[in-house]
């Protein structure tokens, strides 16, 4: 769900090793074994799961699904908790650098955006397997279609959808009356009310999404960023207006845009203490799982932006080298499962919506589903506005380069 | 004899375990920061690396908050602790801070820098208790008290780290330089109080503390873990940018690490030599003012300030320490309520399992690390008493190598060899990193005792009839347990600290409580991150309280044994 850039050279030192004969491409396989076969063969494996471990609700919704793994299919899981998924990329490319072609140390990753991107282009997955899981079939392609592309990018069976998020903006409605309903009338709020908005700093990918929707609604053609970057003038004609929006609106941030919170978390605490009035979410019902945690107060409420937010899908993967490539398949599969779905749906676990069609549930899970609640500050999903398509990751990669040459100094 | 021939192997054996992976790793760094790193492709020697390092955005700025924070803390660490013991010499007040120091010394640099992040940030306790009846704050102000533009919250959080480290040190080198004597002589000329400490003691106890001194210099410009919680973060000081690069996914980014290791390690030899001419110049005009004569008043501002500022630091870190557990036991506290609005149990509750084999862990690589090294010096100790042998300077030197040297200057290296030795990520890798800081504290912590135990105990065992190793386990272990079981819990609470050798050595797949706290530190909930701080900071005290208690029982057990039956 973090993200961050893999940039091209490393791509070419992978590539250039690969000619070399330092190391092979991944044998990419389909998985062809039955459902029995694989949880035959995960039976007793230790599943090392390499996911950002930034959130304490979602690491209790881990810890969760390792006791569900250990009771129905002997499979044990460890959250190894990263505080950047590209950490994990990064790790697995290494292992692949010096040869380490089996035994991995990473069995299974979350993951979305340009670190799926880059792992898919070096070749660096397992699979196709999606196909595999029987679960998969219960996720809803059709309405949902970034569970297919990733970032403009099809996922090709190399990844497994496990839920959705949608760019909300939550607030404290006992100190804001009248809400921004776009980005350029996010500057007129802020310049309104100095020092009670921020961002968190890129990567961190709260910071990077704000970026991106801000070069959405600012660039002169959307169009083009959903095509990959053609060339730097390109780059500079459509980020202009951005750079030019983020110097007027930094002075008007919190701390006068000199320090930036260091990821949604932070953000949050922001907002419980009062510091800030506005913060910024991927999780429409995060803010009412955050009030039933006793995280944030009673009056905070959500906010979406008229012409649309940024919505995605996030996944799990599993990297070529995986020790235990049939565990991380049956934790994958159960993790779109009806029951791991509806567990993760609840805002007063975690909040995160599903992937999964309930026109494709029995009566029985649906009403899994049916009988969730809202939550106070959750927007009902009529209300939640149109989504709009991540940009080609090639852009979130230079802008995150030129936010750093700009603002982190 | 096969054993002793082990005991005379074990001086050198110790100091291959822990200064081979420090050289090993500095080599292993300081290649690929000139480019030479062949996994990586790199297999010429360029500086290219090192042209990049110069030209990454916000690296000046990096270098302006490391070196306020690492100067700025050693400078007044050093002259609070001076000006204290000088003027406080001899009274209660010192017997009382003394006692104070070891736990202040126990509690990790993490749990301390949390906990002063609770009290000072804006909406932080101190805050809270003013507000709004005396600031007419309803909302904190937009003010940044941490993570503030010139790492002054860092520089505060190393100070309150740093006095107690230093003030030890200082009263264990007052007794060897007969502090007592000098200060009568002077005093006897008519000197005050505080200039016969400066004048007369001042010059000899210096020598004593300058290693102790430089090691507070090293530590303080390259620390990570306090630096991540309470220092900016766009950029953030040098070491936190170089860890930063180290874990950049694109793995170029690595000889850009390597050269910011470097350039880590070059700031702290400057910023020691920069000390070191310090030092000369305040010789010089010191021996000056020594022979001007002036006797001073009777110092009692000087001695008013600096308690003043000592117990300070004491109630800051006490109350930082409160913070954490009053979080952790909170059930809601909002801005601007003085005390939370409900207190439960609940994040201990929900936290219990993981925390528990959180705390197992950390338990186990504490305790391992801390008896290997436990045995190492006792075993060096021996030998050099069995040989009629002292430690010269230089040997000193060594002894202070892996403390003078950043630690991201050569972690990197170290985790490269690891990899390729098959152990990185494993118990051995864990525990042998922290070995390489857990072992001098412990040489430090027990040498002097070990020392001091008068040899014609030994002596007579021995004209008794007695063998070496029999004089060894019946007449010095149990003479010296207390010393022992204090030097291991002192190595204890090194290990329980350890960030980035966890980091690095453990590969992420080894949580102790510091790695989990810091992490937690990036955002996240105040009241989990409580539960971790809290158990960070309990498990070295209970370790120090158990070291003072425990030998009271087994030396009763012994003198019971003892009477015939």
New interface residues.
């Given amino acids: 769900m973090i993200r961050r850039r893999l940039p091209l050279f490393s791509m070419l030192l992978a590539a250039l090793a690969t000619t070399l004969g330092l190391s092979g491409p991944a044998e990419g396989g389909t998985e062809t074994r039955s459902w029995q076969e694989i949880v035959s063969a995960a039976k007793g494996q230790t599943v090392y799961w390499n996911a950002w471990g930034g959130d304490e609700r979602i690491n209790a919704y881990i810890a969760w699904v390792g006791d569900q793994m250990r009771e129905e299919y002997d499979v044990t899981l460890k959250h190894v908790k990263l505080s950047d998924t590209a950490d994990a990329v990064s790790r697995v490319l290494a292992e692949r650098a010096a040869g380490k072609k089996e035994g991995g140390s990473v069995d299974l990753i979350w993951i979305n955006g340009e670190n799926f991107a880059a792992m898919k282009e070096q070749h660096l997955l397992y699979g196709p397997f999606t196909q595999a899981l029987p679960n998969f079939r219960l996720v809803d392609v059709e309405d949902k279609p970034s569970t297919l592309v990733d970032f403009t990018v099809p996922t090709d069976g190399l990844e497994a959808p496990w839920g959705m998020a949608k760019l909300n903006f939550p607030y404290d409605s006992a100190r804001v009356d009248e809400t921004p309903r776009s980005i350029p009338e996010f500057l007129e709020w802020a310049e309104a009310h100095p020092g009670r908005f921020t961002y968190p700093a890129p990567p961190a990918f709260l910071g990077s999404t704000f970026l991106k929707q801000a070069l959405i609604e600012l660039a002169p053609d959307r169009a083009f960023l959903q095509q990959p970057v053609e060339s730097d003038a390109q780059v500079e004609q459509f980020t202009r207006p951005l750079w030019e929006y983020l110097d007027k609106l930094h002075p008007n941030l919190w701390r006068g845009g000199e320090t930036f919170p260091s990821g949604g978390p932070a953000q949050r605490q922001l907002l419980d203490d009062g510091e800030v009035d506005i913060t910024i979410s991927f999780n429409p019902a995060e803010a009412s799982s955050a009030i039933a945690n006793k995280l944030l107060p009673e009056t905070v409420r959500t906010f979406v932006l008229d012409k649309g937010t940024i919505g995605n899908t996030h996944f799990v993967a599993i990297p070529f080298n995986a020790n235990a490539a049939e565990g991380a398949m049956v934790v994958a599969n159960f993790l779109m499962s009806p029951k791991a779905q509806a567990v993760k749906q609840n805002p007063e676990a975690w909040g995160d919506p599903t992937v999964l069609a309930m026109t494709k549930l029995t009566a029985g899970e649906r009403h899994l589903f049916e009988t969730l609640p809202l939550g106070v500050a959750t927007l009902p999903p009529d209300e939640l506005g149109p989504t709009l398509l991540e940009p080609h990751p090639s852009w979130m990669t230079r802008i995150e380069a030129e936010w750093q040459k700009r603002y982190a100094r | 004899m096969r054993r002793r021939g082990l005991l005379s192997s074990l001086p050198a054996i110790t100091l291959a375990a822990f200064l081979a992976p420090v050289v090993a790793g500095l080599i292993g760094t300081w290649l690929p920061a000139f480019g030479f790193f062949p ?3 790199g297999e010429s020697l360029t500086l290219a690396p090192w042209r990049e390092l110069f030209a990454q ?2 690296l ?2 990096s270098l302006r908050l490391t070196l306020i924070s690492g100067l700025l803390a050693t400078l007044l660490a050093f002259l609070l602790t001076v000006f204290f013991l000088a003027a406080c010499h001899g009274g209660r007040l010192i017997l009382a801070v003394r006692g104070l120091m070891a736990p202040l010394i126990a509690v990790p640099h993490a749990a301390v820098a949390l906990g002063l992040a609770f009290l000072l940030a ?2 932080g306790w101190l805050v809270r208790l003013v507000s709004p009846w005396a600031t007419g704050w ?3 102000p ?1 003010v ?1 008290t941490v ?1 503030d ?1 010139n790492a002054l919250a860092l520089t505060l959080a190393l100070v309150v780290k740093e006095v107690p480290f230093l003030l030890l040190m200082t009263l264990a080198a007052l007794e060897q330089v007969r502090a007592e004597e000098r200060l009568a002589v002077a005093r006897s000329l008519g000197y005050g109080p505080l200039v016969a400490w400066l004048k007369a003691v001042l010059p000899a106890v210096y020598r004593q503390i300058r290693l102790p001194l430089y090691a507070v210099l090293a530590f303080s410009l390259s620390v990570v873990d306090m630096a991540l919680i309470l220092a ?4 953030p000081p040098l070491a936190v940018q170089v860890l930063r690069w180290f ?6 980014m690595r000889f850009v690490a390597a050269a910011g290791a470097c350039l880590q390690l070059l700031i702290v030899v400057g910023a020691i030599a920069l000390w070191r001419l310090g030092e000369t110049a305040v010789a010089l005009a010191g021996r000056a003012w020594i022979a001007g004569g002036q006797r001073g008043g009777d110092g009692r501002i000087a001695r008013a300030v600096s308690a003043g500022l000592v117990q300070g630091l004491v109630i800051l870190a006490a109350a930082g320490l409160a913070a954490v557990a009053l979080w952790s036991v909170t ?2 506290w ?2 601007p309520d003085a005390l939370p609005a409900d207190v439960s149990l609940d994040t201990w509750a ?1 936290h219990a ?2 925390a528990a084999a959180i705390t197992a862990t950390t338990l186990v690589t504490g305790l391992v690390a801390a008896g290997i090294a436990l045995m190492l010096v006792v075993g060096c100790l021996e030998n050099e008493q069995r040989r009629g042998l002292t430690l010269s300077n230089r040997a000193l030197w060594l002894l202070y190598a892996p403390l003078l040297v950043p630690q991201v200057a050569f972690l990197f290296g170290t985790q490269v060899l690891a ?1 390729q030795a098959g152990i990185d ?1 494993t118990w051995i890798a864990l525990v042998w990193s922290h070995l390489l800081f857990v072992l001098p504290y412990v040489f430090l912590t027990l040498a002097d005792p070990y020392r001091a135990l008068d040899e014609r105990y030994a002596r007579t065992a021995l004209c008794l009839g007695a063998k070496p190793n029999r004089v060894f386990w019946q007449v010095k272990l149990p003479m010296l347990l207390r010393p022992m079981l204090f030097a291991l819990a002192v190595g204890f609470a090194v290990s329980v600290a350890q960030y980035l050798p966890t980091l690095f050595a453990g ?3 080894f ?1 102790t409580l510091t790695t989990e706290a810091v ?2 530190a ?5 009241r ?1 991150m409580g539960v971790y701080a809290f158990l960070q900071a309990l498990l070295p005290l209970l370790a120090f309280a158990a070291a003072l208690a425990l030998p009271r029982p087994l030396v009763l057990t012994r003198r019971l044994e003892a009477i015939p039956a």
């Fill in positions: 996994t990586l492709g955005p916000g000046a700025e804006p909406s309803d909302l904190p937009d940044a993570q533009p900016p973060l766009t950029p874990n950049d996914p694109d793995l170029s059930g809601r909002r801005f929900r399992p993981e990899i990520a590969g992420g797949r949580v992490g937690l990036a955002g996240g909930d105040r989990v």
